[in-house]
């Protein structure tokens, strides 16, 4: 094979000095108004946006803001389905909402393809991911997942209070994706700074913001190189060497899925592995249910992410038009509430419950439409893995202090800080190795 | 009784193959599929319905033959 020097010119540019994009004023005040002036970044969000978004529900039900140079908040499950479902009008090309507007030219692949890609780009660049991320190719992971936890909870021995955020659910994710990726498993926690620079920090200055995108990229970049000179089997060196319409991927192809593959299965599964612990430790009657009956496992996942589903997307509204009974301008944002469009009243019955078997549940935890999360049976397999072993091993459990627990902010939502007691934690070493 | 998928509609989402292995399967991309002719065989009504309630994408129908 010829040397692969795709990598070499491209990607040294500074990521900074792609075309200007629009930059819009960053507003930091507290919301005054959550129809006319709604802000995600508003700790009062993060603390618990179900009643701001029921109450928006009722009586809007689509909110709009002039932060972030103008966006829109549709509460109804069919107004988030059919946005997500009209990728004529409502462009995937970023998905994070900020205050930096990539340019129009950036479409239809977008920075991190294929989930910042539109038709028709998006079609061949999902169908190349689609193989590594069936429910058979992700259950290769499991064992090692299993055996990954029980070690985790190993190491709780003698500690009456542990916190499940940074101790148990934040490693599990990080582990199974930089596997996947095969990067260096002891650089882990460097991912969790990447996370929070690409996802919350939105309202930093663009200069420090493209800075810290820009530290991300350049230890992607190292990656590839490593993995240019040194192939193996994983998803870096398939990216690498992965052809679309008969030709190789372009390099800011190959970096950007890199990217969104790192960043999109870390802080997602980490908050619903989180979320989900937070919710049975503060609700004995669900978490004796599931422990005395394990079948009912599989239904309470789906609940619970149906009730705390952790992402909310993002479109730009492509061209100005009436929609719904508001006036969209081009290149106004949308914010894509899957967590609104999961407990609207109309679409579920006790819509506001957690209801551990519900037996319908449509849920749109992991979209709707042509970017349903790729990766969402190595999620499902990641969760449901985390809870299993968590059960065996410390089936009793409580919130050691509600008030301390904290939520991230922004579009991904779970908990950063979850301290929960739990007692003296079931078997040990002997199990772990037995176990997966 | 009989299960169909509407590809048109079908994302990968898996609900299906999940909740009823005795009549979908997964394709090499995660696609749902029906297996065999999609006739429900007697006693499986029940997982049938619930692949029907819990497909978010709606992609699933369930027809009632005599």
């Given at each position: 094979m010829a040397a692969d020097d795709r990598f070499a010119a491209s990607l040294?540019?500074?990521?900074?000095?792609r075309p200007a994009g629009i930059r819009t004023e960053i507003v930091t005040d507290p919301?005054?108004?959550?129809?006319?002036d709604f802000s995600h970044l508003d700790p009062r969000w993060s603390a618990d946006p179900y009643p701001i978004l029921d109450d928006l529900r009722e009586r809007c039900p689509i909110a709009h803001t002039g932060r972030f140079g103008g966006a829109w908040l549709p509460t109804r499950y069919a107004d988030v389905a059919a946005i997500a479902y009209d990728t004529e009008r409502f462009?995937?090309?970023?998905i994070v909402l900020g205050n930096f507007r990539p340019p129009r030219?950036?479409?239809?692949?977008?920075?991190?393809?294929p989930i910042s890609s539109d038709p028709p780009f998006h079609h061949d660049a999902r169908k190349l991911l689609l193989p590594a991320f069936t429910r058979a190719a992700v259950s290769r992971q499991e064992p090692a997942t299993r055996a990954f936890c029980h070690a985790l909870i190993d190491?709780?021995?003698?500690?009456?209070?542990?916190?499940?955020?940074?101790?148990y659910a934040q490693h599990i994710p990080v582990r199974v994706i930089v596997g996947m990726l095969g990067f260096?498993?002891?650089?882990?926690?460097?991912f969790r700074e990447f996370v929070e620079d690409l996802?919350?920090?939105?309202?930093?200055p663009p200069d420090e913001r493209a800075e810290r995108v820009g530290r991300l990229f350049e230890y992607l970049l190292a990656q590839v190189e490593e993995h240019i000179a040194a192939p193996r089997d994983d998803l870096t060196s398939y990216l690498i060497n992965a052809e679309m319409h008969g030709r190789r991927l372009d390099p800011d192809h190959v970096v950007g899925t890199m990217a969104l593959l790192l960043i999109a299965g870390i802080d997602t599964t980490w908050s619903a592995i989180g979320a989900s612990l937070w919710h049975l430790a503060k609700t004995p009657a669900d978490r004796a249910r599931l422990v005395a009956d394990r079948a009912l496992l599989p239904a309470a996942i789906e609940e619970l992410l149906r009730a705390y589903a952790p992402v909310t997307m993002a479109r730009l509204v492509k061209e100005d038009m009436h929609w719904q009974g508001v006036d969209m301008k081009a290149d106004d944002w949308v914010l894509l509430s899957f967590p609104a469009a999961n407990r609207d009243p109309a679409q579920f019955d006790?819509?506001?419950?957690?209801?551990?078997?519900?037996?319908?549940n449509r849920h749109a935890a992991f979209g709707?439409?042509?970017?349903?999360?790729?990766g969402s049976h190595l999620a499902r397999m990641e969760l449901r893995v985390a809870l299993e072993a968590w059960l065996d091993r410390i089936p009793d459990f409580s919130?050691?202090?509600?008030?301390?627990v904290t939520w991230s902010a922004g579009q991904i939502r779970g908990p950063r800080t979850l301290p929960v007691r739990i007692g003296r934690a079931r078997g040990g070493a002997g199990r772990a190795a037995g176990s997966g | 009784m009989r299960v169909q998928i509407d590809t048109a509609r079908c994302?990968?989402?898996?609900r299906c193959y999940d909740l009823a292995p005795a009549l979908f399967e997964d394709d090499e991309e995660g696609y749902g599929q029906v297996l065999g002719d999609g006739s429900v065989p007697p006693g499986r009504e029940r997982e049938a319905r619930l692949a029907v309630l819990n497909c978010p994408e709606r992609a699933i129908s369930l027809t009632e033959e005599s």
């Open positions: 040294r540019r500074d990521r900074g000095d919301v005054s108004d959550w129809a006319t462009s995937s090309r970023s030219e950036l479409a239809p692949v977008g920075g991190s393809p190491a709780f021995d003698g500690l009456e209070v542990v916190d499940a955020a940074t101790e260096p498993a002891e650089d882990g926690p460097r996802l919350e920090g939105i309202n930093l006790r819509a506001a419950e957690v209801v551990i078997d519900r037996e319908a709707l439409g042509i970017h349903r999360c790729v919130l050691a202090d509600p008030g301390a | 994302q990968g989402h898996g």
